[in-house]
């Protein structure tokens, strides 16, 4: 039950209030989901039980012909707790519900002051709804509401001394143990959820990526609960680090498909992919260098002023047998845009070519504008590019006269996809899904729907 809350918690870390903006990301929790959540909530309820403190029971009964008698029943330990049946629902609007019976709890022999005795009860019962919200600041809150706790069946036997005279009102101490046992339970349960938000609390506001840029993943809105999920709407958006600079786009309102085959549904908004393209772009972290160490060996021509002697004789005369660098950097934030099964990716760059001198000094030679090229990639995985349409290019700037610019398309073809597996690399580093604590997932599923990427995935916790 506790991990369950966990998962529910951890899927939404946590940050100021974004009530009211819409969700750059949403995740859906199905009933598969909080079914497993149970599979290893239970056992960590099992443990809390087992070091559950049992009441101190003094007190007196009268017994007829007999008088009052005192009693003190102390240091009773429990020995072995089985949950053997429990079951969680949705409850529509409110949260979650948690139903237990069939437990029993059995006690280590205890002593009390004329011998021994043992306790045992069972019939154990728990219900609880556990309510989901968001509590203002952008993290999940969640509560125990209604719970009852009850036990139908306890049985105490005492040994040794008068033993025989207080199992006369044997009744009457097991009402008492029932009833103390009963007044335990709930607030046990209560306090180890409360114990969740705490936790919560103290989790980081927005979530480091590297060194250019954060992600903040607080909640929208309060999770909505229905009859088969629940869905939690998260800003989802990138920020350069410690720079909380607006995008001059916002996100598209979207929804989660029904599916609910899998644990675990997560949709990326295209407003998500194209905030962090706007912050690395910020950062001047969209550059990439290349240079003769990333063209196969195999390859005919080599990065130098040689190549280029066909196309612009002027480089190899200027600048006889030197190898050369370019440098492509994003000249705009790159935008993304999903519709079914396609991924176009747009972005304007500039590609820097230098000479390298004998003393390593770079020259500049000319830079070049490359306009609107698209790369679109037909239902794979988002981190691999390629590009296949033609290349916009148009001339920037040249140190070395004017010359024609056309016959360098090609070339620059051939370059990029020599780069696009360098490039790849980066991109496969993947997206950073929300951390969630000792939760990995199992055969994640990516689909691109119209304005966001859904993947749809179970998940496996190892504590
Ligand atoms: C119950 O009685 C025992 C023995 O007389 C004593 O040690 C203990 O403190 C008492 N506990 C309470 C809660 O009164
Ligand atoms: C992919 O999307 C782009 C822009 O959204 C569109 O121009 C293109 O025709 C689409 N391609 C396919 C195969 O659907
Ligand atoms: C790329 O540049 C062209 C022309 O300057 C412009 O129309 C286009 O919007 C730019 N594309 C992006 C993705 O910024
Ligand atoms: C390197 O060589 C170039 C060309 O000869 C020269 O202009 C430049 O000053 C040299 N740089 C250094 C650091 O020596
Ligand atoms: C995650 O796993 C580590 C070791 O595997 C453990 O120390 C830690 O307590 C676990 N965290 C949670 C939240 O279960």
Redesign the pocket.
């Known amino acids: 039950m506790l991990s369950l809350c966990c998962i529910l918690a951890l899927l939404a870390s946590f940050c100021p209030d974004t009530s009211g903006t819409t969700a750059g990301v949403k995740v859906k929790l199905t009933q598969k989901g909080l079914e497993y959540g149970q599979k290893i909530g239970i056992p960590i309820l099992l443990k809390k039980l087992k070091a559950i403190d049992l009441p101190e029971m003094n007190g007196s009964v009268g017994v007829f012909l007999i008088g009052r008698v005192a009693y003190s029943l102390t240091g009773m330990k429990v020995l072995n707790v089985r949950l053997p049946q429990s079951a969680v629902g949705l409850v529509p609007g409110i949260g979650v519900s948690l139903i237990i019976s069939d437990g029993y709890i059995d006690t280590d022999t205890s002593k009390y002051f004329l011998g021994t005795f043992d306790l045992s009860v069972c019939g154990l019962t728990i219900t609880t709804t556990i309510t989901i919200k968001s509590d203002g600041t952008g993290r999940p809150m969640v509560r125990s509401a209604n719970c009852e706790a009850s036990l139908s069946h306890a049985r105490i036997r005492l040994r040794g001394g008068a033993s025989w005279l207080y199992n006369m009102f044997n009744g009457y101490i097991n009402k008492k143990v029932r009833k103390e046992l009963q007044r335990k339970i709930c607030p046990l349960v209560s306090e180890n959820i409360q114990k969740i938000n705490s936790y919560m609390k103290t989790l980081n506001v927005l979530k480091k990526i590297d060194r250019y840029a954060e992600i903040e993943y607080g909640l929208t809105e309060s999770p909505v609960v229905s009859v088969s999920s629940t869905e939690l709407s998260l800003k989802g958006e990138f920020y350069n680090i410690g720079v909380h600079k607006k995008p001059a786009f916002a996100p598209t309102p979207f929804s989660l498909p029904p599916n609910e085959r899998n644990m675990l549904y997560m949709g990326i908004s295209a407003f998500t992919a194209n905030s962090a393209g706007f912050v690395y772009k910020n950062a001047g972290a969209l550059r990439l260098r290349i240079t003769d160490k990333m063209i196969p060996r195999a390859f005919p021509y080599r990065l130098n002023t040689k190549t280029f002697e066909a196309l612009i004789p002027q480089i190899a005369k200027q600048y006889p047998n030197m190898m050369m660098k370019l440098l492509v950097k994003a000249a705009t934030a790159p935008t993304v845009t999903f519709a079914p099964n396609n991924v176009t990716l747009q972005a304007n760059t500039t590609v820097t070519v230098y000479a390298i001198?004998?003393?390593t000094?770079l020259t500049t030679l000319f830079i070049l504008n490359v306009v609107g090229n698209k790369g679109q990639n037909k239902g794979r995985w988002l981190g691999s590019l390629t590009f296949n349409d033609h290349i916009n290019l148009n001339l920037g700037t040249s140190y070395i006269g004017p010359f024609k610019v056309k016959p360098l398309a090609s070339f620059l073809q051939i370059m990029l996809k020599i780069v696009i597996p360098h490039v790849n690399v980066i991109l496969q580093r993947g997206f950073p899904l929300p951390n969630i604590a000792n939760i990995s997932l199992v055969k994640p599923r990516l689909v691109i729907m119209k304005d966001y990427v859904l993947i749809g995935t179970d998940v496996q916790f190892k504590p």
Do not use: S, V
């Open positions: 001198q004998p003393n000094t």
